[in-house]
């Protein structure tokens, strides 16, 4: 069973950037599309950046980049120019269908970024 566990978050100024990181284990990410998704309070969940199977990047939100290193299996979602309004909890997830147009299947807990001075 694929498990999924964000670190990185934190509390960065405006300007500032961070490194996300998600961590799997049972399994081997680079057989899923990986996903990071974020949402803030009162708002919808959103799709900031996808990479398929394949390791094609499927969407990547303006300012933020997604890699992989499979010999970690670990996936990253680089933020930077970050503004207050990137304040959100963030997720991975991961879809074993392959493609960033699937359904993500699991999901990792969270991790909370807060931008403000």
């Known amino acids: 069973q694929l498990q999924l566990v964000e670190s990185g978050g934190g509390l960065v100024q405006p300007g500032g950037s961070l490194r996300l990181s998600c961590a799997a284990s049972?399994?081997?990410?680079?057989?899923?599309?990986i996903g990071w998704f974020r949402q803030a309070p009162g708002k919808e969940r959103e799709k900031v950046s996808c990479?398929?199977?394949?390791g094609n990047v499927d969407y990547v939100k303006d300012r933020f980049t997604i890699s992989r290193d499979n010999a970690k299996n670990t996936v990253y979602l680089q933020m930077n120019s970050l503004r207050p309004d990137d304040s959100a909890v963030y997720y991975c997830?991961?879809?074993?269908?392959?493609?960033?147009?699937?359904?993500?299947?699991?999901w990792g807990q969270g991790t909370q970024v807060i931008v403000s001075s």
């Open positions: 049972g399994a081997t990410l680079n057989n899923y599309a």
């Open positions: 990479a398929s199977r394949r």
């Open positions: 997830a991961a879809s074993s269908t392959g493609i960033c147009m699937g359904t993500f299947n699991y």
